[in-house]
């Protein structure tokens, strides 16, 4: 099974400060890593597909970047409403596997 | 606009069985001509893929319930089900199911149902 940690498992931040979240997967799977945010009692949220393509809808302060093993989630400009838990994903090889998840909370 | 909604989960003993519905609808939207999903979230918050069903009818399962989990489509219904026998403790989870959908870079979950808490314990 592919492997995906993500780093840092959690992190404080700001209201207008820029974050970012790595993703490693244990072998390369091309651009097939996917985003989701994740809020106490709702379902995840797709943020970004292949790496790079944002969602419809998802708000363009997200970017994703990377290929082969190495992956990003960055937010330009939190916002209150970006606290949260988020999850890469990827879709290269069954099983579907995640990363352990980086909890974003308030500083 | 789609909709999926789970049902079928509850409180169970371990070795018991549930079936969880994933019931679809909106804009035209056929489980049995998309690739469904099965994720599990679980009470310390990991999300675990389960289980998928092409559209094809080629099904794929998590080695941790592969022999106990089936995965199945009822077209008449447009429901996808998740069959779970011999459960365990450690199944314990909201279980969400959501369309796994095919584009030329993967596949990527965007539409999710709200989910179905499974608790397994005596």
């Known amino acids: 099974d592919i492997q995906m940690t993500q780093s840092p498992s959690s992190l404080s931040a700001s209201v207008g400060d820029r974050v970012t979240i790595t993703c490693r997967a244990s072998q390369s799977i091309s651009n097939y890593l996917n985003w989701y945010q994740d809020k106490p009692g709702k379902a995840p949220k797709l943020l970004i597909y292949a790496a790079s393509t944002l969602q419809s809808g998802v708000p363009s302060r997200f970017s994703g970047s990377g290929f082969g093993t190495d992956f990003t989630l960055t937010i330009s400009s939190l916002q209150a409403e970006d606290f949260a838990t988020y999850y890469c994903q990827q879709s290269h090889t069954i099983p579907r596997t995640f990363g352990q998840g980086t909890k974003l909370d308030i500083k | 606009e789609v909709q999926l909604v789970e049902s079928g989960g509850g409180l169970i003993q371990p070795g018991g069985s549930l079936r969880l519905s994933c019931a679809a609808s909106?804009?035209?939207?056929?489980?049995?001509?998309?690739?469904m999903t099965w994720v599990r979230q679980t009470p310390g918050k990991a999300l675990e893929w389960v289980s998928v069903?092409?559209?094809?009818?080629?099904?794929y399962y998590a080695d941790s319930v592969k022999g106990r989990f089936t995965i199945s489509t009822d077209s008449s219904k447009n429901t996808v089900y998740l069959q779970m026998n011999s459960l365990r403790a450690e199944d314990t989870a909201v279980y969400y199911c959501?369309?796994?959908?095919?584009?030329?870079?993967?596949?990527?979950?965007?539409?999710w149902g709200q989910g179905t808490l499974v608790t397994v314990s005596s």
């Open positions: 069903i092409y559209s094809g009818g080629d099904t």
């Open positions: 909106g804009s035209g939207f056929l489980v049995i001509s998309n690739y």
């Open positions: 959501a369309r796994d959908r095919y584009r030329g870079s993967g596949t990527y979950f965007d539409y």
